[in-house]
């Protein structure tokens, strides 16, 4: 097996009649999702597409046919939030130069006045021409890019990780290996499309024909009806965010659900606290429950660890091992490997780790360099930017990060993205973005002499960065203070969060 579509092929081959994905309004089988993936494919080549495809379309059936048809039609898929704001589509299609934007009739006019041209997803599927698919897949090997996702970049430009097949095909093995699944397997995903948790769940379910259940995106409002719907679908597995799992844990919500059927908890992207984990532990013992760790760079997940003994509150859970295929190692800066609880930053290799950031050369060479401890041999690792240390019981334990890149609520944010939209906004000379922990958001400080809303700046802010990183509270400075070498005092604006004090 050496591409995507071959997994594909060989799901619709074995349970051509079995529903492959299940959405609110519909389903489609293995053998209809190959067959539409074959059709997209074809339109993609009769327009003459050959490079990457942007999918800007809602969570949905049709996107993953987007992708499979991209797929057929030999190049990668890029998927894009149905919200996202034009100002960032923008920059996205600047740095990727796609072969089309692929997307709905009713998301259209947003790309009016852009610049950019989109091509309706039902316009491509026509009659199937195997012939024309067959060519334009043969030539596709298994270091050629399946996927593109744009993370959070700390100049204001969103970066393009690009993972080659291989990653995927090797991720998809590791997960229903690891985790037993098969045909039976009913996943309730939570992860949009444009976030790579979401790819445990489409390519998991695709290597074993289990059942991939697109959960309505509204549900994770409303924790307390999570553990119903579970119940009702007869969900087997779930992967999401620590977040998530929190707020259905704080809320009570799975007091009276049981859950019988279901048996795989795993979870990934931030830290998971115990506190939370034990309730769940608790409510459901039944279930096998795992922390998963992994940045986009490395196709999803690289460390795993199944939580295997008993963890009070107050203990950090640990990230464990790395998975099949993958290697785990903490560097020091001079490049040897960190002694047991000595903390360094934690690199990876290994056949998920991506070919790069799309066009961007410096940026790759910066963050994929030569492995130290394999001089002899052209082994690239991935530097993440996590600081952590191996314990004494021998597991790896994530420890923080390096940089100003954040989580709030499993979204990864680069602070500076916030920062350079700000000083988008009339009237503001300079800006600090800054995690407030403890009330769970992102508090922006404006150097500006005039008056300002929170509103008001983020009605502005809309236009360039995703609503998950809007500020929720606004502090306007006339002047924002500084350091001795005049850098923003970033120190002293944190204390401010915490300490009550002015933060000038
Ligand atoms: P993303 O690229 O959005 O998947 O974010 C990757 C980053 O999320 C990592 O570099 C870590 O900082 C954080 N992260 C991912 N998984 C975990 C985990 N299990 N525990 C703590 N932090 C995590």
């Known amino acids: 097996m050496n591409t995507a579509i071959r997994l594909l092929e060989q799901a619709a ?16 089988t293995y053998g209809a999702l190959l067959r539409r993936a074959q059709a997209i494919g074809t339109g993609l080549l009769a327009q003459g597409v050959s490079g990457p495809v942007i999918v800007y379309l809602p969570k949905s059936i049709d996107a993953l046919a987007a992708f499979f048809g991209a797929l057929c039609a030999g190049t990668a898929y890029v998927p894009v939030d149905a919200h996202i704001p034009m100002a960032r589509l923008g920059k996205i299609a600047e740095n990727l130069r796609p072969g089309c934007i692929v997307t709905h009739e009713d998301l259209l006019p947003n790309l009016e006045g852009t610049g950019l041209t989109g091509t309706l997803l039902s316009g491509l599927e026509g009659a199937i021409d195997g012939d024309a698919v067959a060519r334009a897949t043969a030539g596709v090997i298994d270091t050629d890019p399946i996927y593109i996702m744009y993370t959070s970049g700390s100049t204001g430009t969103p970066k393009g990780v690009t993972i ?4 995927i095909l090797d ?14 397997t009913v996943m309730a995903n939570q992860a ?5 948790n979401s790819t445990f769940d489409i390519y998991g379910t695709l290597r074993c024909g289990g059942k991939l259940l697109l959960t309505p995106e ?7 009806k999570l553990p119903e719907y579970l119940e009702a679908n007869e969900v087997t597995s779930i992967f999401w965010v620590p977040t998530v799992m929190m707020n259905v844990a704080n809320a009570g919500a799975l007091e009276g659900h049981p859950l019988p059927k279901l048996k795989n908890v795993a979870f990934c992207g931030e830290v998971m606290p115990n506190k939370q984990l034990n309730i769940w532990r608790r409510a459901l013992p039944h279930c096998a429950y795992a922390n998963l760790y992994g940045p986009t760079e490395i196709t999803d997940v690289c460390c795993y660890y199944k939580v295997d003994r008993a963890f009070a509150d107050h203990e950090s859970l640990p990230i464990g091992r790395a998975c099949e295929n993958m290697r785990a190692m903490v560097l020091m800066e001079e490049g040897r490997e960190a002694a047991v609880e000595e903390t360094g930053e934690l690199c990876i290799a290994g056949s998920g780790v991506a070919l790069g950031y799309w066009n961007a ?17 052209a ?16 597991l790896l334990y994530f420890l923080g990060r390096r940089d100003s890149q954040i989580k709030l609520k499993g979204n990864r944010i680069e602070l500076g993205e916030i920062e350079t939209a700000a000083v988008c906004i009339p009237g503001v000379a300079n800006a600090c973005a800054l995690l407030d922990e403890a009330a769970g958001q992102i508090v922006l400080f404006a150097e500006s002499g005039e008056k300002l809303t929170l509103r008001q700046a983020n009605k502005v802010l809309k236009q360039y960065i995703p609503a998950y990183m809007l500020p929720g509270r606004l502090v306007v400075m006339e002047r924002l203070p500084h350091t001795a070498n ?19």
């Open 164 to 167: 080659p097949h291989r990653g």
């Open 361 to 377: 050369p410096e940026l790759t060479a910066r963050a994929f360099v030569q492995d130290p401890l394999r001089p002899h041999t």
């Open 218 to 224: 509204t549900l994770f409002l409303f924790p307390l």
């Open 13 to 28: 081959a074995r349970w051509p009649d079995k529903i492959a994905v299940e959405e609110e309004t519909g389903s489609i």
């Open 379 to 394: 082994s690239r690792m991935y530097r993440t930017g996590d600081l952590a240390k191996v314990g004494q019981d021998g």
């Open 192 to 196: 949009p499309f444009y976030f790579d």
């Open 171 to 184: 991720y998809a093995d590791w997960v229903v290996d690891t985790f037993g699944f098969d045909e039976t």
């Open 486 to 504: 005049d850098k923003i005092d970033r120190v002293r604006l944190r204390a401010s969060l915490t300490e009550e004090v002015a933060p000038c």
